[in-house]
């Protein structure tokens, strides 16, 4: 295994001028965030600098100059705002004939420089993969020695496993291999499966780079060794990856971590080894010294302290000083029973009393340091000092600002002052809102946030009848405020009675990555962005999803209500509250020049200075990242701004034709996770779009984006592919019913249904 970092510099750029601004929250204007075209791909926002002023765009895996390659590149830019428009950079390293892939791996906050894994043909065959530090700032220069795989294995085995977080300056990262791969002399020969070896490189960048292991003792001896170790959380059934928050700090001194120690003479990590051996967690500090966490500081006669595994959940930042896991040991004095609790690991207090059982009880709880069986942990605060958590049991009986209390056997969620010592009663959930936590301390997906350092307000959506307000059973949106423990409910209910209405917010990255997260709340709180299909404006006509802006009880859209198949699920507020980044397929300004889902801004404060640009589409692939348009001219009156689609240079309208129902073969491919293709005919040259719709649970979500640039009138054939959201609803729901939707400039959309079925039921599908 080889792993080889280069600087990669500035590739291109191309300045675009966005237009005037148009019905939406009062101040705001529509700002082109991405190249009118970028290949004829479909783009969306992935992440955004906290102050607005960059965005990272996701294009899909498509290759720069048309390369083929064989798991598909990733096709990511960085966008960033300046006074006359918006410049996009490449972040891909260079394109050549035999880069098989390249996908991106984490950022620094403000986006400026990234890593990337890549790799030839040639490393593919050999277990090997690069990793690449791709740069804004521009220069190349060798920043790390060659490291290599001592086991010289040739097998076709992906010896790099995972990449796992890095420092908010890139300079110290940690991933992991498996099998036999060993990259020290001191490394275990033992096979390692499904867990990794860790390793962390430090003074990424110099040549002072240093590679060391991770999941050992002091010594360096290795923990676990049959069973290898994880970053951040475990599953205690098959030792599966779980990354949770902070796992690995932002300054690069922590890296927290899961094993099994003792399990290192045993004959593989079967069944009886992990009963035998339960998980354990540990932080191994500034690469020489190693602390298990979960060990017991109790000192009462008779505490149990080996019946269970410990989850890690989260660590404060930027240092780790606090960590946050899940255990039925009784850890300290005041556990007195052995189900689940939640403790805080304190590197800051003396020896013996680093632990506190956050979930002990606060005024009213019956059975203190007892049956508080906690299910995982929502959210905790940057610097520690709170944390949100979901428990069956009744740990207050002092009621929530609505005057609810909390239920025994519920899904009680509370608050945590660390502080204070106090225990807050929030809400209760309902079983539905299993995604704000994790029963098996897990970190996965969670869709809530959290404002300030100190955490005081925690935002969340919940499918329960929290509010007295709140009548329908679609999710609704609430807002906690730690300082005045009072709850609100952030979404208005709509007309309707129904769960296509379901409110939602972005999902936080919920991992070691150093890398911004997308919020949909300002720092100050007073600002929340969520997107629902309900129609909350007169405006919102499309049936569809769209953003919204809540703004200090007053919502506003924010979207403009009219795209068919509704906006993207990726979007994001700046820190600030003051931009808001989506994505559609509308043409809100004159430079977006056809019907690819492109990246969009909604802007408050001034507008960039607009240019008079071509109203048709003038490049494919590799030309869409040409040199920067002219310099900007004066705005036109309001008169004379542009409102339609784009002038039709041609004589003949444009117009779609020809549609054909997609084939069993090609459902069949669909449901295996393959491609499909939707052929047709359109009457003159331009870019093809097609979106497909599904119902993903109990919303109606787009699960099809894809584009293809007919260079004539005739025959057209798009491929496309489920996205991993609706691979997972089709595993999920075992079948799916598309609309798959054809747009072409100026044309009447033309679309068609099929319906897939998982491959554990019946093959194929209808159309």
């Known amino acids: 295994m080889l792993v080889a970092l280069i600087t990669l ?26 190249p009118a075209e970028v290949g004829g791909t479909s783009n969306s926002p992935y992440t955004m600098s906290p102050d607005g002023s960059r965005i990272q765009i996701s294009g899909g895996k498509q290759g720069f100059g048309g390369t083929t390659s064989m798991f598909g590149l990733f096709d990511g830019f960085v966008s960033s705002r300046t006074a006359s428009g918006w410049t996009t950079t490449p972040l891909n390293p260079p394109a050549t004939p035999d880069l098989v892939w390249a996908k991106w791996l984490d950022s620094t906050p403000d986006l400026s420089d990234h890593v990337f894994g890549d790799g030839t043909v040639a490393q593919y065959h050999d277990s090997q993969e690069a990793i690449v530090l791709s740069s804004m700032s521009g220069g190349i220069t060798p920043t790390a020695p060659v490291l290599t795989d001592l086991t010289a294995s040739t097998a076709d085995v992906y010896g790099f496993e995972a990449y796992f977080g890095a420092s908010a300056d890139l300079g110290h990262f940690v991933f992991g291999t498996s099998y036999t791969e060993r990259l020290l002399p001191t490394d275990s020969p033992a096979r390692i499966s499904p867990a990794t070896r860790l390793y962390e490189v430090s003074g990424v960048g110099t040549d002072a780079a240093v590679l060391r292991r991770v999941d050992v003792e002091g010594a360096g001896v290795e923990i676990g060794t049959q069973c ?117 690991y304190d590197f800051d207090k003396p020896s013996g009393q680093h632990l506190v059982q956050a979930s002990a009880g606060g005024a009213g709880d019956a059975t203190p340091g007892a049956g508080a069986q906690v299910q995982g942990v929502v959210q905790m605060a940057e610097d520690g000092s709170r944390v949100y958590f979901v428990a069956k049991g009744i740990l207050t009986t002092a009621p929530n600002s609505f005057g609810q209390t909390a239920q025994v056997g519920g899904n009680n969620l509370y608050m945590y002052d660390a502080a204070s010592g106090q225990t807050t009663f929030v809400a209760s959930l309902a079983a539905g809102d299993k995604a704000l936590w994790s029963s098996s301390g897990i970190a996965v997906g969670r869709e809530d946030a959290i404002s300030d350092p100190a955490g005081r307000l925690l935002l969340f959506d919940s499918f329960a009848p929290i509010g007295p307000g709140d009548t329908d059973t679609a999710q609704d949106l609430y807002r906690f405020d730690a300082q005045t423990s009072r709850l609100i409910q952030v979404s208005p209910d709509s007309a309707t009675d129904g769960t296509n209405d379901n409110i939602t917010i972005p999902n936080a990255r919920t991992d070691a990555h150093s890398g911004p997260h997308p919020s949909p709340l300002s720092a100050d709180g007073s600002r929340i962005v969520f997107e629902t299909n309900a129609a909350l404006s007169a405006a919102d006509t499309n049936g569809a999803a769209d953003v919204y802006l809540w703004s200090d009880g007053n919502v506003e859209l924010v979207s403009d209500g009219k ?91 444009p117009a779609i034709s020809g549609i054909q129902k997609i084939s069993a073969s090609d459902r069949s491919k669909l449901a295996k996770g393959g491609k499909a293709r939707v052929h047709l005919k359109v009457n003159r040259s331009g870019t093809v779009t097609v979106t497909g719709t599904a119902k993903a649970g109990k919303k109606s979500r787009r699960v099809i984006s894809a584009s293809s640039r007919a260079e004539k009138a005739g025959p057209v054939s798009i491929p496309f592919a489920l996205s991993k959201r609706g691979r997972s609803a089709l595993r999920h729901q075992g079948s799916l019913t598309v609309t798959l939707t054809v747009h072409f400039i100026n044309a009447r959309p033309e679309a068609v249904t099929f319906t897939l079925r998982s491959a554990t039921s019946e093959k194929g599908g209808r159309s």
């Open 9 to 34: 510099g500035v590739l291109a750029s191309w300045t675009i001028y966005a237009g005037s601004a148009q019905a939406l929250p009062q101040g705001m204007h529509y700002e082109l965030v991405s």
């Open 228 to 344: 290898g170790a994880t970053v951040g959380g475990q599953n205690n059934a098959n030792d599966q990856i779980g990354i949770g928050v902070g796992a690995v700090s932002s300054d690069g001194t922590k890296v927290f971590f899961s094993a099994r120690p003792g399990a290192e003479a045993e004959a593989g990590c079967v069944g009886a080894t992990r009963a035998a051996f339960p998980v354990k967690l540990f932080a191994r500090s500034d690469g020489s010294q190693t602390t298990e966490l979960s060990a017991s500081e109790c000192q009462r006669a008779g505490c149990s302290t080996t019946s269970g595994p410990a989850a890690f959940q989260a660590a404060s930042q930027p240092d780790g000083r606090v960590v946050a896991f899940l255990s039925s040991d009784q850890l300290v004095d005041s556990d007195t029973d052995n189900t689940e609790d939640l403790y805080l």
């Open 563 to 653: 795209d068919p198949a509704g906006v993207g699920p990726n979007f994001m507020i700046s820190s600030a509250g003051d931009e808001i980044a989506f994505s559609t397929s509308r043409q809100l300004v004159p430079e977006d020049v056809d019907t690819v889902v492109s990246t969009y801004v909604a802007r408050s404060g001034s507008d960039v200075e607009r240019a008079l640009v071509p109203t048709t589409p003038t490049c494919t692939g590799d030309a869409c990242q040409g040199p920067p348009g002219p310099a900007p001219l004066a705005s036109p009156s309001d008169s004379a701004s542009f409102h339609g689609a784009g002038n039709v240079n041609e004589s003949v309208r």
